[in-house]
């Protein structure tokens, strides 16, 4: 009889929930309640080393950290979120070859701001020149469903990939020169990323081309040091403006698109009325 009776107790206490959780069960709701708290409260760290030091306390992810960026439309949090994680791995600071430009940092919160506004529902990232994948990280944080790096440093890329390994499929590293490299490649992406990776403007200007010529339709191209315009213009077959700085082209119906950020953030300039195979051709 008493059998029964604690056996009809445990059903019963098992189905209200008065079961009590195991140690391992209690933890991780704990972590999880840490972690949502951590979220909640993110905005008011606004120094820096007090972010990433809390980042660790709770061992919050990267994959997390994705998410909640994601979720949350504020750039200088974004930013701040990515810097967090990111900006502390290594990097190369010595270019694998004399003609390209080594591995540098710069202020994170001008990328996340131009890219967010220049970004018109594009849903693939690259980065040509991509160092140790900080800006594929962060595309991924700004809602990318993929982002590709073409980077001409192994051991960058050796870097990168250990980084970000947790990643793939959704980030794919390839070792390459821009210049050499099928071109087939930039058609990959919709939204193209590059910090002018090469430091002679004459080859720089036939990379531009290169990705130009097979920009997506619908596709966006967001060069941050454009300084080569005159030795651009040399080879297109028609003038773009020798602005310095931030310079997006858009590809829209056949034709093209600049905008100079400096100037206007949001509004873009037709470069010329006629489809690029039009002008192509003359």
């Known amino acids: 009889m008493k059998t029964i009776w604690f056996t009809t107790l445990w059903a019963t206490c098992l189905l209200a929930g008065c ?16 972690k949502k708290e951590f979220l909640e409260q993110a905005k008011t760290f606004g120094n820096m080393a007090k972010l990433k030091s809390a980042i660790r306390k709770i061992d919050l ?48 919160s001008k990328f996340v701001e131009t890219v967010t506004i220049n970004r018109e529902g594009q849903t693939t990232f690259m ?22 790096g073409l980077e001409y440093s ?13 990643f793939a499929p959704e980030i794919d590293i390839r070792q390459g020169d821009a210049l ?21 403007n004459k080859l720089m200007a036939s990379l531009f081309k290169r990705v130009l010529e097979n920009l997506q339709e619908g596709g966006v191209l967001l060069e941050v040091r454009f300084v080569y315009g005159e030795e651009l213009n040399n080879i297109l077959p028609y003038s773009l403006p020798t602005v310095r700085g931030w310079l997006a082209i858009k590809k829209e119906a056949g034709k093209f698109f600049y905008k100079n950020i400096a100037e206007n953030a949001y509004g873009y300039t037709l470069i010329d009325g006629r489809a690029w195979q039009e002008l192509k051709a003359k």
């Open 180 to 200: 050499t490299v099928e071109a087939s490649f930039f058609q990959k992406a919709d939204f193209i990323y590059m910090y002018s990776p090469i430091k002679d």
């Open 61 to 108: 992810t990267e994959r997390e950290v994705v998410a909640f960026c994601r979720e949350n439309d504020d750039m200088a949090m974004r930013a701040k979120m990515i810097g967090a994680v990111f900006s502390d791995n290594e990097y190369e600071e010595k270019s694998a070859t004399p003609a390209y430009w080594a591995a540098h940092r710069y202020n994170l």
């Open 19 to 34: 079961v009590q959780p195991t140690q391992h069960e209690t933890t991780e709701k704990t972590t999880e309640q840490r």
């Open 127 to 148: 980065d040509i020149g991509s160092g140790n994948g900080e800006k594929l990280f962060g595309a991924l944080c700004l809602g990318f469903q993929k982002a590709y």
């Open 154 to 166: 192994p051991q960058s890329v050796q870097t990168s990939k250990r980084l970000l390994k947790q």
